[in-house]
């Protein structure tokens, strides 16, 4: 390898240092235009359907900030509302805890299995879950105090949504540029799409089913297990231990089995069956990228990083796929390996 290819690997990678370091200092301004360009993609699809309908666009706008808004209300009244609630429970919560810590002492004595005599059940304290809902709606939190800012700058990329691919097209130069831009929009929009239906969908079932059991608080993780769905692999998973805490704490045993299975259940149908099914060769990126991402995008910025990290790394794969030179870390991060034409 000469110096001249050393040297360009060595400024890229310093250069690919400098980025990251520059997102993570202007995390918060950085995680505000991804929020508002996270809700204009979200609500793209109504926008064009009232333009559709010969609606003039400032009229579709209007619309489509309305729903906008009366959306992030209620969901901000919701949780609020709840998480006073449940801090108000707190200790009813840990006194009834203790009852099935001194009772596993004593079973567990019964049986001969000895126990170390510093051990510490602070996990089992009912103020890390609500030290939980706090870390896991710090994204939304940040929305409420920068609701204007955010709101400004997704009436803006609505406005140049129409226009916007177009000169990405004239900026790219050959046929695949354009092709990758293409294919881009179009799983990025199509990602979004399908993950806030079977988000709406598995936040439902878990409210429905948390209702009918009347597991406290059932609203809250509803609304915990859409917003957690939106980030992969373990998303899921952790917006169900709460309530199950929660169904241990009121119902004893069974009840806790009960939440488990069924959130289980949600699971196993929505992310094994229904978005396979509906997402197809899904988004193009490896089981492994896509952990990866989740850790790479949340230390850089926050939890809004895991929420969008597919998104993210979406835009990084078609970037790394427009040079000859860095073309093979898109093939890389590909869930298939696809033989050169």
Known sequence: MDRYKISVILVSLASIVIIIAGLKAAQD???QFLLALFFAVMFLPIFKFFVSKKMPKWL?????LF??????????LTVIT??????GNLGEYQQKLNVYINEGYRILKLLGIPLP???????????LILQFLSNSLLSFGNILANALFIIILVVFILLESDIFAEKLKVISKGKKAKALV??????VIQYMKIKTVMSSLTG???????FILGVDFSLLWGILAFLLNYIPTIGSIVAAVPPVIIALIDGGIGYAAAVSVWYLAINMVIGNILEPKFMGKGVGLSPLVVLLSLVFWGWVLGTVGMFL?????IIAKMAFELREETRWIAVLMDNEVRKEN
Do not use: G, K, M
């Not at 579709?60 to 489509?64: D, E, G, H």
């Not at 729903?67 to 901000?76: G, K, P, Q, S």
């Not at 293409?182 to 799983?187: K, L």
């Open 182 to 187: 293409d294919e881009f929009f179009e799983s």
């Open 204 to 210: 439902f079932l878990a409210w429905i089913f948390l």
């Open 309 to 313: 990290s597919i998104p993210l790394t």
């Open 117 to 127: 005599e510093n051990i510490s059940f602070d996990i089992l304290n009912p103020n």
């Open 82 to 87: 709840s998480v006073n609630e449940l801090r």
């Open 67 to 76: 729903i906008n808004l009366i959306f992030i209300y209620l969901l901000a």
């Open 29 to 31: 301004i950085v995680v």
């Open 60 to 64: 579709s706008l209007i619309f489509v």
